[in-house]
């Protein structure tokens, strides 16, 4: 690779002078890793570290003590509403967490230690000792007992551990495919802590090879790809069960954020930026998950709490995505997309151009993703009619830039 094709690599470390163009192997790394770091992750000071200047074993440990540090537990195992603390209180808030969102009666978690499954954390009534069998989570998707329903969270051909739910009734898709959605993401998480720590524990080692190095490498890389991918599953399952949440007839995160996604792109937006916005879109109404379903089902009058659950959904969600540490970056699009650009919105007045683009975008994708969707309580409208109610609503709910190219992308 020459030195102008480095200047348009896909990452600051395909950009640097520093690396070791002439090892095929290690300018992939560097390309892949470029991939698996959100760029204010990159440094050009963490580009030297595999630079050319160290010898091949100096920059595979430097590789992998940079990746432990990017990928620890306190990176990675922020999914769900919980925080860092004891191994317990962590897992039994993530059990309440899928309490709240799916509506179930009781959830217990259990992972697998010395070879038998050991409950770290539940919200109620667990299983029967011995009932369900390592074996039983390495050869089933799902399993289902009474009232009772397993979710295995696997790693790389290995059980790590399982969800536990009682629920009444069997869950609906959407619900399903969230629960193994979170059980895939712990799942990998933890497989690829367990081989952090494995990690940390050779690299210091001189009696390490360059071989056990460069392995060890590969299987980290690995999980961390399955790990993005599960990341990835884990926004639209969790977009797909809001929508049930909210009674929409179709996928109405989705339609959001695909429209926002095309917004952007008549707009002219980078691709960082837009692809934030697009996952701000699909979880724009997250707060939804925590609220009981019949709310959304009834046509009839609110009671006082009922109504005060529904005001106060966007906070529920906006605490929720924070706790999700990959995707804090969509909080502030989300935050203020209930803002309007006449200052009359919430939750802090903002007005024009001080609320943020992402969240000018996602309010009018919103409105008009809804405008022209079925709910319970009325039909859809025409594309045209709700672009008429649109415009006139311009520089007082919306954005005139917005709507415009709304207008373009529509039509």
């Not at 051909?157 to 536990?164: K, L, N, Q, R, S």
């Not at 619900?175 to 081989?195: D, R, V």
Request: proline content about 2%; charged content about 25%.
């Amino acid at each position: 690779m020459d030195r102008e094709e480095k200047k348009t690599g896909v990452s600051l470390f395909g950009q640097s002078e520093n690396l070791a163009g002439s090892d095929p192997i290690e300018e992939m790394f560097a390309l892949n890793l470029g991939d698996f770091i959100s760029e204010t992750l990159i440094s050009e000071d963490l580009a030297k570290k595999i630079s050319i200047t160290a010898n091949k074993k100096e920059r595979l440990q430097n590789q992998l003590l940079e990746l432990i540090d990017i990928y620890s537990s306190k990176n990675t195992l922020c999914v769900l509403n919980f925080t860092q603390g004891e191994e317990q209180a962590i897992y039994t808030s993530i059990a309440k967490s899928i309490v709240d969102m799916l509506e179930v009666e009781n959830c217990s978690i259990h992972l697998v230690k010395d070879n038998k499954l050991t409950l770290v954390g539940s919200t109620g009534k667990t299983i029967e000792s011995n009932e369900i069998t390592i074996n039983d989570l390495l050869y089933n998707d799902t399993i289902a007992n009474g009232r009772h329903l397993y979710i295995p969270m696997r790693g790389v051909a290995t059980a790590v551990g399982m969800i536990e739910v009682v629920r009444d009734e069997k869950l609906e898709e959407d619900f399903a495919e969230l629960l193994i959605s979170i059980a895939n993401l712990l799942g990998t998480t933890i497989t690829l802590q367990n081989e952090i720590e494995h990690v940390n524990k050779i690299v210091g080692i001189s009696e390490t090879t360059e071989i056990e190095l460069k392995q060890s490498r590969a299987e980290l890389t690995a999980l961390i790809g399955d790990l993005c991918d599960y990341q990835q599953n884990f926004v639209e399952a969790l977009a797909s069960a809001v929508d049930r949440k909210g009674q929409y007839t179709v996928s109405h995160s989705r339609n959001t954020a695909k429209l926002a996604r095309n917004i952007c792109k008549t707009l002219g937006l980078n691709e960082k930026t837009t692809d934030l916005i697009y996952y701000a879109g699909l979880l724009q109404n997250i707060g939804k998950i925590v609220l009981p379903e019949r709310i959304f089902a009834t046509n009839g009058k609110l009671s006082t709490e009922e109504l005060q659950k529904i005001q106060n959904h966007s906070n529920v969600g906006v605490n929720l995505l924070m706790n999700i540490n990959f995707l804090s970056e969509v909080v502030p699009y989300i935050t203020y997309q209930t803002e309007r650009v006449d200052g009359t919105g919430k939750p802090e007045g903002l007005k024009g151009q001080s609320i943020p683009l992402g969240s000018r975008i996602i309010a009018v994708a919103d409105a008009y993703s809804a405008m022209t969707s079925d709910r319970p309580y009325r039909k859809a409208m025409t594309s045209d009619k709700a672009l008429e109610i649109m415009t006139s609503e311009v520089n007082k709910k919306w954005d005139q830039d917005v709507i415009n190219a709304l207008i373009k992308t529509v039509k």
